[in-house]
Structures are given as structure tokens and as C-alpha cells.
């Protein structure tokens, strides 16, 4: 289902009389909150009970929830998505619900496993960035004499995140793109940077191997 912030309204405001949005027939999830008929039962601090259900595609995420008690419907959309961070635009939806009910409830917050994702791949992605430039800067120089194993290291680190993230993640690239494109992103500024490490070092081994035997 999809729609604009329009079109989702009339939704919510259809779904607070509908026969199925105020059915009492849910089934426990085992987590305090109880599902049925494509919503989320929950029984807030004060008694009052909300039904609610989040959605994203590649790039936008919602949140609709549904306070019959209080006659009142909450649509909740931005333009942003990334599966790492759904925990906080959830969290950030939920808290514009109780806000709207007079309830405290801020919006997570610190650190979460989007942010730290994205602060180590971009420290190694800057990193890696100043030993490419070293390797490119130094090719007319003679290599170290670990330069083939850095090399051979370089590329075995290339095969090695090449085929793991996508099994990490348990989805091919081409989905990542869609659903994590900064993560995505990083993940191809770090391959093309230990590739050309490993070209650089093994050019620079290779002419210097051909030299000393011609």
C-alpha cells in the first residue's frame, strides 16, 4: 500500500470507525504489544490503547497510528530511509504520536549501529584513502621488502569484503544500494581503494622484478 500524506489520511481517518481497526480479536507478539487485522495493539502508560503500523520503500519511510479513544489519527512520513537507522525514524514517529497525546516519550538517541557503521567505515575509507596516495606517489621509488605480502594482504582484503558484506547483510549488493546507499557507497570507496593499493604495490614489485632481470 502507498499514498501521499494525503491519501494515508483518509486511510487513518477511515481506519478509526472501520469494523476491522476496532476489532478487539489480536493475538499476543510476545513483546507487549498484540497484533491484528494489520495493526499494532498497544496499551499506552495511561490505559489508552493505540494501534499503529510502520512501512518503508528504498527512501521513504511512514507511520500511521490509530487512538480510537481519542478519535484521532497520526500519519507520520519523510523522505529517508535506511534499514540501519528504521529503529530511530521509528522511534521519532512514536514520539510525535505521544506528543500529540500530551505524553513524554523523546526519541531515542546516542549512538546506535547506524552511526557506528558509518564512523568506521568512513575512518578506514579515509585511511585506506592516504595509503592509496602513498602507493600512487611512491610508484617510481623502489618497493619495501613486504611490499608483495602489503599487496597480496590489499588484495585478499578485496576478495574478503567483497564477499562477505553481501552475506553479512544477507542480500546482494544491488539491495543494499536501494535499502543502505551510504553504507553501499562506502562499501565500493573501500573496495576501489584496496584495489588500487594492491595494483600499485604489485606494479611497483612487478618493475622492479623485470628490471633486475633484464
Not at 483518509?10 to 476491522?20: D, E, F, G, N, V
Not at 503500523?53 to 481519542?70: C, D, I, K, M, Q
Not at 529503529?87 to 505524553?103: E, H, K, Q
Request: glycine share 8%; net charge negative.
Amino acid at each position: 500500500m502507498s499514498g501521499s500524506i494525503d491519501e494515508l489520511s483518509r486511510y487513518a481517518s477511515r481506519q478509526l470507525t472501520a469494523p476491522a481497526s476496532n476489532s478487539p480479536d489480536t493475538v499476543p507478539t510476545g513483546s507487549g504489544a498484540a497484533y491484528g487485522y494489520g495493526w499494532y495493539v498497544e496499551t499506552l502508560p495511561d490505559g489508552t490503547e493505540m494501534r499503529w503500523h510502520s512501512g518503508a520503500v528504498p527512501g521513504y519511510f511512514t507511520h500511521v497510528a490509530l487512538v480510537p479513544e481519542r478519535h484521532l489519527a497520526v500519519v507520520f512520513a519523510t523522505n529517508r530511509y535506511g534499514e540501519l537507522e528504521a529503529d530511530a525514524l521509528a522511534s521519532a514517529a512514536r514520539s510525535l504520536v505521544l506528543a500529540r497525546l500530551g505524553m513524554d516519550d523523546p526519541p531515542t538517541a546516542g549512538f546506535g549501529p547506524y552511526e557506528v557503521a558509518l564512523i568506521a567505515s568512513t575512518t578506514l575509507a579515509v585511511l585506506l584513502a592516504i595509503c592509496a596516495t602513498r602507493a600512487l606517489l611512491g610508484f617510481r621509488t623502489a618497493p619495501g621488502r613486504w611490499a608483495p605480502a602489503h599487496a597480496l594482504a590489499a588484495l585478499g582484503a578485496a576478495g574478503l569484503l567483497y564477499f562477505s558484506l553481501p552475506a553479512l547483510a544477507d542480500a546482494p549488493i544491488s539491495t543494499l544500494a536501494r535499502w543502505a546507499p551510504d553504507i553501499a557507497l562506502l562499501f565500493w570507496i573501500l573496495l576501489a581503494e584496496l584495489v588500487v593499493i594492491a595494483v600499485a604495490l604489485g606494479a611497483r614489485v612487478l618493475r622492479q622484478w623485470t628490471t633486475a632481470h633484464v
